[in-house]
Structures are given as structure tokens and as C-alpha cells.
């Protein structure tokens, strides 16, 4: 009995082992060598382009992923976004921007497949970099390092996706799109600084995202220690002098920069084309075989997801696809005859190494043969300077400066990376037929001393420990009583009040009137305001507006830095001298009245008492709601909100965030760019003088034809009666 059911049993593991691996045979399967990712059995050389869903609007994925296949790409590569899915402990949205089932299966269905970029840390210029803010306040946690609770939490969440893909069949080895997918993120340079633990964490979490077992490689990128069988991988600029840390790896460069994000008042990038397409080629040649540029669609940091402090609401990042989803030209055209030409010479860039031979001064010749008459040459002048004249098997051929021609037969050049036929795309922003009409406010609340308070502390609090990233907004208030016989009151002579912010920017408020405004920057969050401020004899209240601008994205223990003004406040110019406030009495109100009463929703109780008319037109008041309705456009084309007459603040349609807004001027040098030599972040900039952001992205599908709500709350003073709703066009 016993005997007869082990053999039984044995013989059914041995059928199934069997079955499995004919199935495997003849079924999917992802796996690597040398040379490249391998996909059922065949070598690949293959493009992809970063589009993050939650960057966009679901009704444009499909548009946005036909034009990168369209482009030539074989692969989309995203982010999983922690903080968005897992808004508060056990608390799951997969909902609308963050269908993310949905958006792989968008690829799916367009024949694309999808490097899963679960991190979960994913950097990426996002609120805390992906993380939710919750975490960062469970008991014991260290972030990205050997610390129990993190590494928990993390798997918790790593698993849950892996589960999630594997039940919908989304990994290659079920027959999906997905053929790669990554851990971590960017984690070599923490882990020098960390040493042991970093290490640890890091063989440790190889390990666990192996042992989730989803049959196809996972890759971390910027990070060479990789243990097998994960293959590190590079970002940057440029990816040549990158090697794999195991000679059976192949050489992948998941982020080729196609441009640059931007920061409120700081400088717009951006990245030549030929530039981009020379160091691709140049990638390719000495036999990389995976590229995937960052970003291909950058899209929008809507509501409040952009990281930082001070990362714009755009994320256009010069990308081929503009943040509107129309192509950008000629960098979208140009690569895409790249990505043709290279997939001309793939069979000889997959079946052999290359044999460099020098041309001249600066130039090179590589080509890769198989002896079988296949036959690939990659002909390169890294000269910056001057264009080149080669002989090359008896031909001729002229090499423009810093260029790459491509010869698919060895022969005949289709494509040079400096030769750009594509016309530059022209960029209108046109006035549409949408009048706002009936304008209201409602002005907010400047915090007070007659206001109930149910937070108050002896001394000044870190912000985010109070306000947990429900809102930006965190009130400080405390009060001043001034004596009839102070000097100044006779002199005329205003006191100074000076503070000291850990970031990220601060209004501030004596008895109920502006004083002032100081900020950070995303480099430095810390700041200090130093002003004159009118107070009278008797008590004065002293309000601090301090808001967070975005939560850093980046650095060594970043969940520990802190925002908000933890001081010193002191008073300068009363007859006792410096006058310290810091460690009296505080009270404090987290986020303003109208975030609580959802003034921004269509759906708010309309308790609140809004104004009409021609106050709206003298407001030039700061902390101001406003609201107007609209009806749709009628033209096509995506939309966009005209805020260059306002200053500061948050827009909401029809109840959803667009995201925070700052009319603030890039500075820099936007002196001629050329294409030709290293590209480097203070080269090619334009926009020098303008709004850093002027237009902020609407998407089509938030609208309905009538009675659009428009809400915006302006922190200093603005016009709202010169907004408007443009469209974007490209010809
Ligand atoms: C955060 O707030 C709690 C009270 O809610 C307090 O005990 C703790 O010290 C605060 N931490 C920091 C870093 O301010
Ligand atoms: C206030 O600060 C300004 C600028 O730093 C300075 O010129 C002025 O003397 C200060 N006033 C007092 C009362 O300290
Ligand atoms: C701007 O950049 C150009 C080119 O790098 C340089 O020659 C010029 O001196 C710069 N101008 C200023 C004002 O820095």
C-alpha cells in the first residue's frame, strides 16, 4: 500500500516535471547571456521608454504606448508607486491613474512588452520617493537598510505586486508582456555609505525578489555588487565605459536621460537629439543590447505627488512624447529611424562582438560579423570639433562632429545620429472658446488668537510629524504683548522678526496681515525670513503659514529630514533686546479651512459663503479661494490652464488636484547650445527670464461639456480674471 502510492505519486511529479518542461520548451520563457535579454529562445536587442501611469490619465495610455511602439519601442517601462497604492496601512488603490493591471495590459494588447520597475523605492522626482508617508512612522524603521520592520514592510508590498501581476498572468513566463522586472533602485552609492547593513539589505533583497519566483530576470539598476542571478544595470547620460559585474550578464542601460526634470525657479534643460541618438549608437556599438530612455513620456506630477522640495507640476522632461502626449519633434522622429536602423543590423549585433578598428584621430570603425555574409558597421567621429572624411572597405564616408553613421550591410549608411530629417515640431498654446464665468471667493482664514486650537506645545514641532502629509499647509501661531513704553512705538521704528525653516516655504502673518514671504530651495530647504513687522502695544499675533512643497525624493536616510519651523523665532529691535519666541507657547492647526470644508470638490456641502463679482476683480488678496465654472472647449487637442497672472497655490477641476502652481522665473544661461560634446546639466537651457512652469496640464477626460468646476486657492495674490484655458497644438 505504502509502497504502491510513494511509486504513484513518483510517477505523477515525474509526468508533470516532464509536461513541464515540454511545455517550457514551446512556451515563454526570458532569460540572458551575454549579449543580450533573451525572449523564447531568441537574443534581443531592445528599445524601451519610461511612461509612468500614474503621470498621465487612463484614456491616454493607449495613445501614449501606440506612438512609442509607433517609435519604435519594444518595451514600457515603469515605476510601481508605493504611496499611491497604499495610501494608509491595508488600504489598497488600483483605481483610475493607478490601474495598474490596466496599464500593463494596455501594452499587452498593443504587442509591447514591460519592464516592472517595483523599487519600491523609485527615486523618480516623486513625493518621498515612492514611499508613503505612514511608513516613516512605524516603530524601528530605517529606511533602505538591514532593518527589520523595513525589510517586512517591504517585501510586504513587493509581494503583494508580484501576486497581483501573477494572478492577472502578466509575467512573460505566463504568456505576458512583462519580461523584466526591477528591485531597488539606484541603492550603490547608499551602500558604500551604509557598508555592512547596506550590504545586507541588498543580498537580501536579490534574494527575496528572486525567491518570488516570476520566471523572468530581475535587474537592479546602479548597483554593481548585483548577486546572481540579478543583473545590474546603468542610468545616465551616457553608458560607455558601463560593464555588467558578471561576463555572462548583458550590458543594459535602463535609463538613457532624454532631457531633464525642473524645479520652481530654477533651470529648463534640454537634450539635443543628436546628442542623444550619438550616445545610443555609441552604447549599442560596443554591444550594449538594452536601452531604455527616462523618460520617453514624463508626463505630470498632478496633484501632490512631485517630489522634492519644489519639483514642478510638469514632467515634460524634453522627453520624445511632451507631457501633453503630443510627439515631439524631431527627437521623436529622429529616434525612431535610430531604433529602425539599429534593428537592421540586430542579427549581426546579437551573433557577434565587435571588431574596432581606428579610421583616424577620433575615429572608429566597429563592425560585427558573423562570417555568414551578416554583416553590421557602426562608423563613429567623437571629434567635437570637426567633421571627418574615412575610408572604409574601400568607401568613403563624411562623419559630422560627434556622430555615429549606422551601415546595416557594412555598405550603405541609413542613418547618421547627427543628420536630422525631421522637422522641429512648432509648439502653440491658442486661446479656446471656454469663458470661466461667475467668479466667487471665499477668503481663508488667516489663523488667530480667537481660533480653538486642538494642538498646543510648548516649542515648535516638525511639520510632517504633525500634519502626517495630509496637506502642505501647517499654521504656527503664538502671540507678542507689547508694552506702551516700548522705544520703538515712540521711534517709529519696526522691529525685526527673523526664522529659521527647515523648509520648505513660509508666509507670515502679524495680526492678520502678510508681512512677508521666505523659501527654500530644493538644494537648501533651510531658509530664514528676516523682516520688519508692525506691532502695537498691547498682545500681537504671530502667524506662520509653513507649507512643504513636495517631501525629498532622494539621499541617505531622507524619512529623517525635517520640514517646518523648528526655529530659532526671535524678535530683534524691542528694549530688551534679541527676544527669543521659540520656546514659548505655540498652538497649531494642520491644513487650512478650506481643504477641510472640500471647498475644491463639486460636491462640498456649500455652507461656505463665497462672494460674487466685482470683489474677485480688487482681489489681489493672499490666501484666496476661488471658483468658476466653465463649459468644455469645443476644438480637440489637449488643454491647458493659463496661470501666469496668479502667484502661488493649488488648482482643482471638477474636484481633481492639477497640482501645485508657482509663477517663478527660471534663471541660468541660455546662451547657443550645441549638440556636439558631453552633455552636462548647465548646457542647453532655454526659457531663461520666463515662468519655470506657465501652463499647467488638464486632462480631456476630467472634463464634462457643461458646468466644469474650477477651484483655486492662491497663497499671495493673483489675477484670476486674465486665466484661461488654452490648447496645445504641434505642427
Ligand atoms: C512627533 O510627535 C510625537 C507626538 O505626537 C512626539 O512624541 C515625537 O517626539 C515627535 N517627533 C519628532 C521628531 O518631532
Ligand atoms: C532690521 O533689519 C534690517 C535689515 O537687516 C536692518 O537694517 C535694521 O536695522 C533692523 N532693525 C532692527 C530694529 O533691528
Ligand atoms: C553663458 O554661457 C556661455 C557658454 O557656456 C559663456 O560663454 C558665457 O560667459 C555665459 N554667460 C554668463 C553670464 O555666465
Known sequence: METSSSVSKAFILFLSIALLLGTELIQCSVTYDSKAIIINGQRRILFSGSIHYPRSTPDMWEDLMQKAKDGGIDVIDTYVFWNGHEPSPGNYNFEGRYDLVQFIQTAQKLGLYVNLRIGPYVCAEW?????????????????????????????????KIVEMMKSQNLFQSQGGPIILAQIENEYGGISKLLGAPGEAYMNWAASMAVGLDTGVPWVMCKEVDAPDPVINTFNGFYCDTFTPNKPYKPTMWTEAWTGWFTEFGGTILQRPVQDLAFAVA????????????????GGTNFGRTAGGPFITTSYDYDAPIDEYGLVRDPKYSHLKELHSAIKLCEQALVSSDPTVTTLGKGQQAHVF????????????NSDSESAASVLFNNKRYKLPPWSISILPDCSNEVFNTAKVGAQASQIQMSPTNSILLSWETFDEDIFSLEDSSTLAAIGLLEQINVTRDSTDYLWYMTSVDISSSESFLSRGQMPNLTMVSRGHAAHVFINGQLSGSAYGTREDMLFTFTGPVNLHAGINSIALLSIAVGLPNIGLHYELWQAGILGPVTLHGLDQGRTDLSWQKWTY????QGEAMNLASPNAVSSAEWFQGSLVTQGQ?????????????EVDGPLALDLLSMGKGQAWINGQSIGRYWTVYANGNCSACSYAGSYRSPKCQVGCGEPTQRWYHVPRSWLQPTQNLLVIFEELGGDVTKISLVTRTSS
Open 127 to 159: 513625493n518621498f520617493g515612492g514611499f508613503p508617508v505612514w511608513l516613516k512612522f512605524v516603530p524601528g524603521i530605517s529606511f533602505r537598510t538591514d532593518n527589520g520592520p523595513f525589510m517586512t514592510a517591504m517585501q510586504g508590498f513587493t509581494q
Open 621 to 633: 488678496n493672499p490666501l484666496t479661494w476661488y471658483k468658476a465654472n466653465f463649459d468644455a472647449p
Open 369 to 380: 560579423s558573423t562570417g555568414q555574409g551578416i554583416c553590421a558597421a557602426f562608423l563613429s
Open 589 to 592: 492647526k494642520v491644513g487650512l
Open 282 to 297: 555609441r552604447f549599442i556599438q560596443r554591444g550594449g543590447s538594452f536601452v531604455n530612455y527616462y523618460m520617453y513620456h
